[in-house]
């Protein structure tokens, strides 16, 4: 009777309803339970029994609903660097947002991007409306994070020219540097081997987008180059105009860079600074050559004590030969810097020129070779265009009667009055070289007369179209007027 009373009291079914309020619904089922239990006359091991029975359900029940509300509101913080940007369900959220985000810049710049933060989590629990949408998380992460490109840095012996988009733009400019030295063959060489002397780096390097350098720019950079200061040796018949045309630049840079020299007294063996624009980069080829190339005459020479020392006759003309090169040349920048002559052969043989050479004593009236300056006096007037018309001489003005000296010896071949000239007098040195002296007051000498060096033929003076008193002095070289700042001293 009493079993069937405890049997009549149980609840037929337990409904469980995962909410907030299901741990107080059991705790308020199982006290009604038990206040049914008290009402029944049993002994105590039955009463022990169904409360073990009954604290171990309430403890299952609790677990269950425990774990089951966990994994419905299990998440995680969402952090970029130091700072939460939010929480969402999964991290594969997030990661998504930031790989979007990543694609989208590497389609912007069409390069590699770094992102200067990375993502990272922590588990928590979250209901659903405590969320941070996707759209947010993707926002936040891009206003948070700074966006460097990975570009590729040109190094030129451990001085950087420029970052560049990719490694293949690198390669395109420094073959665009080598094309003229390899295309522009106009030596009909076979090319074997092209590369740079300098030490060439391609460097991996993050950097921002706008500071990428401009390949064109760089090339045409690289070519300029950067000045070198060199040294010119000055040969017959040069000046400074003609050394500027000889290396591209201009007269005046060449007297800045040589602020201790007259450029009217320059003379052979004379050393002129220069700057000259070397490349950046030098292009190094090694090259199969095969030419005709003039190969020189010996010449012999015979003494005559019947001829003066500078005095010589040609016996027999020499001619240059030919022959035919083979040889491998190593240029830089298409300058040939090295030679290996593999094979030569001979197609015309040159012929010996024969010369016969004085050996008398030269008089004193004969011509030295070399210029002394004919008189003293200020340079009034240069050699070279004056008032739209050539001076063909240099002025030296001083007081009338001035003595004028024959700048080397020769022979008299004018003395008188000529023109516009004056009274002049002209010298015939017979080694090629001729001088002039105008504007005299007074002549000291007759044609036909032979003269020696610095031994006075004139006065000074303002005779023919002359302002003031000066001699005007000309240099006759083959023929053709000369500079004459170039040749006395």
């Known amino acids: 009777m009493l079993q069937n009373s405890y049997k009549n009291n149980l609840p037929t079914t337990i409904k469980v309803k995962f ?45 269950v609903s425990y774990s089951i509300n966990d994994t419905r509101t299990k998440a995680v913080n969402v952090f970029l660097g130091e700072e939460q940007i939010g929480v969402v369900r999964t991290q594969e959220e997030a990661v998504q947002a930031y ?11 069409q390069m590699d991007v770094s992102i ?60 665009t540097i080598k094309e003229p030295f390899i295309v522009d063959n106009e030596r009909e060489s076979i090319i074997t081997e092209s590369s740079f002397l300098e030490k060439i ?56 860079a040589n602020p201790d020299q007259d450029p009217q007294k320059l003379k052979p063996g004379d050393e002129v600074k220069l700057f000259v624009p070397t490349p950046l980069l030098t292009v190094v080829t090694n090259e199969d050559v095969k030419y005709t190339e003039e190969t020189d005459y010996e010449i012999e020479v015979e003494n005559d004590d019947s001829l003066y020392k500078n005095q010589k006759k040609i016996v027999v003309k020499g001619e240059k030969g030919s022959s ?6 190593i240029r830089h920048n298409g300058i040939l810097f090295e030679k290996n002559v593999i094979e030569e052969t001979v197609i015309v043989e040159p012929i010996t020129e024969k010369v016969i050479q004085g050996t008398k004593e030269l008089p004193k009236t004969a011509a030295k070779g070399s210029f002394i300056v004919p008189t003293s006096g200020r340079l009034t007037s240069p050699y070279g265009m004056r008032n739209g018309s050539m001076h063909r001489g240099i002025d030296l003005a001083n007081s009338l009667g001035t003595a004028v000296y024959a700048a080397d010896g020769g022979k008299v071949t004018f003395s008188g009055y000529s023109g516009s000239y004056g009274y002049m007098v002209e ?17 000291l000498v007759k044609a036909g007369e032979r003269v020696y060096r610095g031994q006075q033929i004139s006065n000074m003076g303002s005779t023919g179209r002359s302002t003031g008193s000066h001699l005007h002095f000309e240099v006759i070289v083959n023929g053709t007027h000369q500079n004459p700042s170039r040749y006395i001293y």
């Not at 790989?99 to 710049?109: A, D, G, I, M, P």
């Not at 035919?324 to 040349?329: D, G, L, N, P, S």
């Not at 010298?427 to 002549?443: F, P």
């Open 19 to 63: 909410g907030g309020d299901l741990l107080m619904k059991l705790k308020e089922r199982f006290k009604n339970f038990g206040e049914n239990i008290k009402g029944v006359n049993h002994n105590n091991r039955l009463r022990r029994s169904l409360a073990v029975v009954i604290a171990v359900g309430i403890v299952g029940i609790s677990y």
């Open 99 to 109: 790989t979007e985000l990543k694609e989208t810049l590497v389609n912007t710049y």
């Open 116 to 175: 200067d933060k990375e993502l990272s989590f922590e588990e928590t629990n979250a209901k659903d409306d405590a969320l941070t949408p996707y759209g947010e998380i993707k926002s936040k992460i891009k206003g948070s994070i700074n966006v460097a490109v990975t570009g590729f840095e040109l190094v030129v012996d451990d001085e950087s020219l420029g970052i560049f988009k990719s490694e293949e733009e690198v390669d395109s400019m420094l073959n």
């Open 201 to 256: 780096d391609i460097v991996k390097q993050d950097t921002n987008f706008s500071e990428l350098a401009d390949p064109e720019a760089t090339i045409e950079s690289i070519r300029q180059g950067k000045d070198e200061m060199r040294t010119h040796i000055v040969e017959v018949g040069e000046s400074y105009w003609i050394i500027a045309r000889m290396y591209d630049t201009h007269v005046e840079d060449l007297i800045n």
């Open 324 to 329: 035919e090169i083979v040889a491998t040349e």
């Open 427 to 443: 010298i015939d040195h017979e080694n090629g070289y001729v001088t002039r002296y105008a504007h005299n007051s007074k002549l």
